[in-house]
């Protein structure tokens, strides 16, 4: 049997991989650009979290974030690891769960997925992009520019929009719509948030733990705790990906409350920040020594309190402003980067036209989708890796006829 894979990135490898244990099925695994892996290479900030001890069923969303439950479970982080194992791939897990090549790099990630595809029954065609699908009677044909691939089963594995310069792109989208499947509106997630607010340029680079919560009309929309990165623009980080999936959609007004000290209260806060008023130290140096000097400049600015001031002249209430614009710090927010710069896609092809437990369309028998390009977004921290594995793998094994 003749299996054609179109995407030659983490679902699609190991969609391949999956078929090419029936040493019987021939597979064609088709890649746009010059190599495979190239998106995959740059995750993490080239580290590769290739998944967390923690994925399950939650931490998925789409109009159906229970379509990825199935996959997860027949294929998790405990699984994925010991396959990677086999193929050579020595990982380490931090306490957050978070999993990384043991070599920080994820070269390593690609390089071990690369030789294992060096098999007999698989064939690669790089820089090899599909313009056009047709069913055939017998199966598929694929239509482009320099020639026509026949196949008996389709898995179309192209990915999302998300990170354009490294291959993103609407390809897999385009195909699907053709075959009759339909699309939801494509936004950007595990984005950085652009501010109105003017002092973010002056932070540019200062990096700080906090507590980021969202907020749109004064209603919460979404918070979690960790690494916060200023920006030129704006706010990027852990914690702010983790928390920007539909921020800033539509209208109304946007906010994130910044506690750049979240396991500190403020009465601890105010205590010491009194204790300070014997120092003589200029008000410019209050919160030295708690917050990088940059940001404790900043807000002891934005508290309305004078740099030239000594930290002894300050009062009681004035103290108290400094104290709220560490704990409770509003950044108007005005809209997320757009998808060259978004880590993942929210939205996509419809889940309920494919079966979650085998991956095949509802619509075309013999077609299989997998990864990014459906419906099917996870939480920041290895997530979304472990859906393209845990997809790509079911529908390797399912339209090779292994399962």
């Given at each position: 049997?003749?299996?054609?894979?179109?995407?030659?990135?983490?679902?699609?490898?190991?969609?391949?991989?999956?078929?090419?244990?029936?040493?019987?099925?021939?597979?064609?695994?088709?890649?746009?650009?010059?190599?495979?892996?190239?998106?995959?290479?740059?995750?993490?900030?080239?580290?590769?979290?290739?998944?967390?001890?923690?994925?399950?069923?939650?931490?998925?969303?789409?109009?159906?974030?229970?379509?990825?439950?199935?996959?997860?479970?027949?294929?998790?982080?405990?699984?994925?690891?010991?396959?990677?194992?086999?193929?050579?791939?020595?990982?380490?897990?931090?306490?957050?769960?978070?999993?990384?090549?043991?070599?920080?790099?994820?070269?390593?990630?690609?390089?071990?997925?690369?030789?294992?595809?060096?098999?007999?029954?698989?064939?690669?065609?790089?820089?090899?992009?599909?313009?056009?699908?047709?069913?055939?009677?017998?199966?598929?044909?694929?239509?482009?520019?320099?020639?026509?691939?026949?196949?008996?089963?389709?898995?179309?594995?192209?990915?999302?929009?998300?990170?354009?310069?490294?291959?993103?792109?609407?390809?897999?989208?385009?195909?699907?719509?053709?075959?009759?499947?339909?699309?939801?509106?494509?936004?950007?997630?595990?984005?950085?948030?652009?501010?109105?607010?003017?002092?973010?340029?002056?932070?540019?680079?200062?990096?700080?733990?906090?507590?980021?919560?969202?907020?749109?009309?004064?209603?919460?929309?979404?918070?979690?705790?960790?690494?916060?990165?200023?920006?030129?623009?704006?706010?990027?980080?852990?914690?702010?990906?983790?928390?920007?999936?539909?921020?800033?959609?539509?209208?109304?007004?946007?906010?994130?409350?910044?506690?750049?000290?979240?396991?500190?209260?403020?009465?601890?806060?105010?205590?010491?920040?009194?204790?300070?008023?014997?120092?003589?130290?200029?008000?410019?140096?209050?919160?030295?020594?708690?917050?990088?000097?940059?940001?404790?400049?900043?807000?002891?600015?934005?508290?309305?309190?004078?740099?030239?001031?000594?930290?002894?002249?300050?009062?009681?209430?004035?103290?108290?402003?400094?104290?709220?614009?560490?704990?409770?710090?509003?950044?108007?927010?005005?809209?997320?980067?757009?998808?060259?710069?978004?880590?993942?896609t929210a939205g996509g092809i419809l889940t309920k036209e494919f079966d979650e437990k085998t991956m095949e369309s509802r619509i075309v028998p013999g077609l299989y989708a997998c990864g990014e390009v459906l419906d099917i977004d996870g939480d920041c921290g290895g997530y979304n890796l472990q859906w393209a594995w845990s997809s790509g793998r079911l529908a390797g094994l399912h339209a090779g006829g292994i399962l």
């Open positions: 049997m003749v299996i054609g894979i179109i995407g030659g990135g983490a679902s699609g490898m190991v969609a391949a991989l999956a078929a090419a244990e029936n040493p019987d099925n021939r597979i064609i695994l088709m890649e746009r650009q010059a190599r495979v892996g190239r998106k995959l290479s740059a995750t993490g900030n080239g580290r590769c979290n290739l998944t967390n001890l923690h994925a399950g069923e939650r931490g998925y969303h789409g109009d159906d974030g229970a379509f990825a439950a199935y996959a997860i479970q027949a294929f998790g982080p405990e699984e994925t690891l010991r396959w990677f194992r086999s193929l050579g791939l020595f990982t380490v897990a931090e306490d957050s769960g978070r999993v990384y090549p043991y070599s920080d790099q994820a070269n390593s990630v690609v390089d071990v997925l690369r030789f294992a595809l060096e098999k007999p029954n698989i064939t690669q065609k790089l820089g090899f992009e599909v313009e056009k699908v047709k069913k055939t009677a017998g199966g598929f044909r694929l239509e482009c520019k320099e020639e026509t691939v026949e196949c008996d089963k389709l898995i179309i594995a192209c990915g999302g929009l998300a990170g354009t310069k490294l291959g993103g792109t609407m390809s897999g989208y385009k195909l699907l719509r053709s075959l009759g499947h339909h699309c939801t509106k494509l936004r950007p997630t595990l984005v950085q948030l652009k501010s109105g607010w003017g002092g973010v340029g002056g932070l540019k680079g200062v990096r700080a733990n906090c507590h980021a919560a969202i907020y749109h009309n004064e209603v919460l929309h979404s918070e979690s705790t960790g690494e916060l990165q200023f920006t030129e623009y704006g706010l990027s980080g852990p914690v702010i990906f983790e928390v920007s999936r539909d921020a800033c959609q539509g209208s109304g007004d946007w906010k994130c409350r910044l506690d750049f000290l979240p396991e500190i209260g403020e009465e601890v806060l105010k205590s010491e920040l009194f204790r300070r008023k014997t120092t003589g130290l200029p008000a410019s140096e209050l919160l030295t020594g708690i917050l990088h000097n940059r940001l404790g400049r900043v807000l002891t600015q934005a508290a309305g309190i004078s740099a030239q001031r000594s930290i002894s002249e300050l009062s009681e209430m004035e103290i108290g402003e400094a104290v709220r614009a560490v704990k409770f710090f509003d950044v108007a927010l005005t809209e997320p980067m757009g998808m060259d710069s978004a880590q993942v």
